[in-house]
Nanobody, 115 residues
Framework: QVQLVESGGGWVQAGESLRLPCTYS????????MGWYRQAPGKERELVAS???????NYADSVKGRFTISRDNAKNTVYLQMNSLKPEDTAVYYC?????????WGQGTQVTVSS
């Protein structure tokens, strides 16, 4: 069964960093658009960052300059490097894969940033 598996979440203090990897078990990773979304309590899920198959990236305004998304097609893995974390970054972070009509979601990983 195809899976997206996230890891790397945890509890950090404001100003610290975390890196979230997400690994895909399917066969067309290099053709897919990969994204990271997050959902805070009481809020809708929002796009944090995405990287297209050609490498172009897109970021939410709230994370520009602090977060970096990257992909390693040889490892079927997408990364979200999060620097200068803020309490408002606290959320469950979800990995997303889109290819043609297919969309897959990971199970989510909790990131908690304390002030």
């Amino acid at each position: 069964q195809v899976q997206l598996v996230e890891s790397g979440g945890g509890w950090v203090q404001a100003g610290e960093s975390l890196r979230l990897p997400c690994t895909y078990s399917g066969s067309f990773f290099r053709l897919a658009t990969m994204g990271w979304y997050r959902q805070a309590p009481g809020k809708e899920r929002e796009l944090v960052a995405s990287v297209a198959r050609g490498g172009s990236t897109n970021y939410a305004d709230s994370v520009k300059g602090r977060f970096t998304i990257s992909r390693d097609n040889a490892k079927n893995t997408v990364y979200l490097q999060m620097n200068s974390l803020k309490p408002e970054d606290t959320a469950v972070y979800y990995c997303n894969l889109r290819f043609a009509t297919l969309t897959y979601w990971g199970q989510g990983t909790q990131v908690t940033v304390s002030s």
